[in-house]
């Protein structure tokens, strides 16, 4: 048998030059496992069996340009002049758009886009924010296969193979809070078994059965969140 042991963490990594003002990220890898094996009755019945475990946290730097605070209220001072659609284009004084005429549906979903944590260019847009977007992931396999020596000439065996590997939350998805995938993973599981005859010195017969079940996670950000309920005057669907 075996035993098997690997973790590395953030404790000598260094932050990344483009994200100086954010904390550094924790980072966790931790892979482990065993295996075991043997005769159950000598040179007649084998066993073999294995377990491999993944743990892995780690987070991506993730650079995007986001609204400033002031932009959410409407006022884009500073920044470019803003002309109302609805009065001859003339220019909305003081490049403020007055809250009465930002839209409803808007207004609710601007708390959920971050400030800026970034300088940015002069006027405080750019790339004005970086965040760090977590990846945790869970990888669990199992292995086990049994050989039977039935006569010199006769052998069977039987392998089954299970990879449990999600769902879990992914860095894909960026940092908004909507859209995009976040869930990933899959589970895999594998039955084969042969037979195997020895006809005579120059020829071999190999029967074989496999069968295998794969399951691909693809799980939306915020699944459980119904998006209407945050809609003013939409019914939910």
Do not use: C
């Not at 409407?74 to 109302?84: E, P, Q, S, T, V």
């Not at 449990?164 to 908004?176: L, M, R």
């Not at 029967?207 to 079940?213: H, L, M, Q, S, T």
Request: charged share 15%.
């Amino acid at each position: 048998g075996s035993l098997l042991e690997f973790n590395r963490n953030n404790v000598l990594a260094a932050k990344s030059h483009a994200a100086q003002l954010i904390a550094k990220p924790p980072y966790k890898r931790n892979e482990f496992g065993g295996s075991v094996g043997g005769p159950i009755k000598k040179n007649k019945l084998f066993y073999f069996g294995s377990y491999e475990g993944l743990r892995l946290v780690q987070y991506t730097l993730t650079q995007q340009s986001v609204p400033t605070a002031a932009m959410k209220t409407g006022n884009f001072a500073g920044i470019f002049a803003i002309k109302d659609p609805l009065n001859a284009n003339a220019l909305f004084p003081g490049a403020i758009i007055p809250t009465t005429r930002i839209s409803p549906v808007a207004q609710a979903f601007l708390p959920f886009l971050p400030n800026p944590n970034q300088s940015g260019s002069s006027n405080g847009l750019g790339v004005n924010e970086a965040l760090n977007v977590a990846t945790d992931q869970p990888n669990d396999r199992y292995s086990t296969r049994m050989d039977y020596q039935i006569s010199a000439k006769d052998t069977v065996n039987v392998r089954y193979f299970w990879v449990n590997n999600g769902p879990y939350v992914s860095a894909t998805g960026g940092g908004i809070l909507f859209d995009n995938w976040s869930g990933f993973g899959l589970t895999s599981k594998n039955l084969s078994s042969s037979y195997t005859r020895i006809l005579s010195s120059s020829l071999v017969n190999v029967f074989g059965f496999n069968i295998n079940y794969w399951h691909d996670y693809r799980t939306t950000q915020n699944n459980t969140f119904n998006v209407n309920s945050i809609i003013p005057d939409r019914k939910s669907v």
